[in-house]
């Protein structure tokens, strides 16, 4: 079945470091790919999204290439701000008859310091 | 254009009463998603609808559990009798065909069982 495999956390960084968080998924087809993050006491919120290979997702400098030659959607920004602490989680909608349904992966809590 | 609505932000009870989480899609959506989430855990799909009809309800956790959809505008998942492994954060999410099925969602529930 389909899966997503995200790098392991916490993730602590200072502000103004390079950040990555890697990705990757197992999916029939050509699904679509999603960044989702959740500040604390919210709920999950679209980060970026790319719906076929090569396309990249970008928003609030945060940057995601979709590479199916590699099965992969790293996250990257380059200057991260302590603003930017939050859990970070990537996901997968295989599309047909999934409904929308999305495959998440566990989730990658970033904490920077100032 | 409002968001996806859930009641009640917060909800208190004691082991063994019932407890009914409601959640209001946005409008034109046609899917809509229920999750759980805790530290131990993490995000859990519980049950998903596609206009109005539950598609998939294999992560519901026990027969306590049950939720209904009975027109496109509204659902309800209900615990009855809540336990307090119960507590954790209940997301309601919607999503539609027709934006590569970005899921949406709302600001969650946080139930807490005495």
């Known amino acids: 079945g389909d899966s997503v495999t995200q790098m392991e956390g916490p993730v602590t960084l200072s502000e103004e470091a390079f950040l990555t968080i890697n990705c990757t998924y197992t999916?029939?087809?050509?699904?679509?790919l999603f960044w989702y993050v959740q500040y604390p006491g919210e709920g999950l919120q679209l980060l970026l999204k790319?719906?076929?290979?090569?396309d990249k997702g970008s928003n609030k400098g945060f940057e995601a290439t979709y590479r199916k030659e590699t099965t992969s959607f790293h996250l990257e920004k380059g200057s991260v701000q302590v603003s930017d602490s939050a859990v970070y989680f990537c996901?997968?909608?295989?599309?047909?008859?999934?409904?929308?349904?999305?495959?998440f992966g566990q989730g990658t809590i970033l904490t920077v310091h100032p | 254009d409002a968001g996806v609505i859930q009641s009640p932000r917060h909800e208190v009870t004691e082991m063994g009463q019932e407890v009914t989480l409601r959640c209001k899609p946005i409008s034109g959506h046609n899917s809509l998603f229920w999750y759980r989430q805790t530290m131990m855990r993490g995000l859990e799909l519980l049950i998903y609808f596609n206009n109005n009809v539950p598609i998939d309800d294999s992560g519901m956790p026990e027969d306590r559990f049950s939720a209904k959809m009975p027109n496109a505008s509204f659902s309800t998942l209900k615990i009855q009798p809540s336990e307090p492994r119960d507590s954790a954060v209940y997301f309601c999410?919607?999503?539609?065909?027709?934006?590569?099925?970005?899921?949406?969602f709302g600001p969650g529930t946080r139930l807490t069982v005495l």
């Open positions: 790319a719906t076929k290979a090569d």
């Open positions: 999410a919607s999503s539609s065909e027709f934006t590569y099925n970005e899921q949406f």
């Open positions: 999916a029939t087809g050509y699904p679509s």
């Open positions: 996901a997968l909608s295989a599309g047909g008859t999934s409904y929308g349904k999305l495959t």
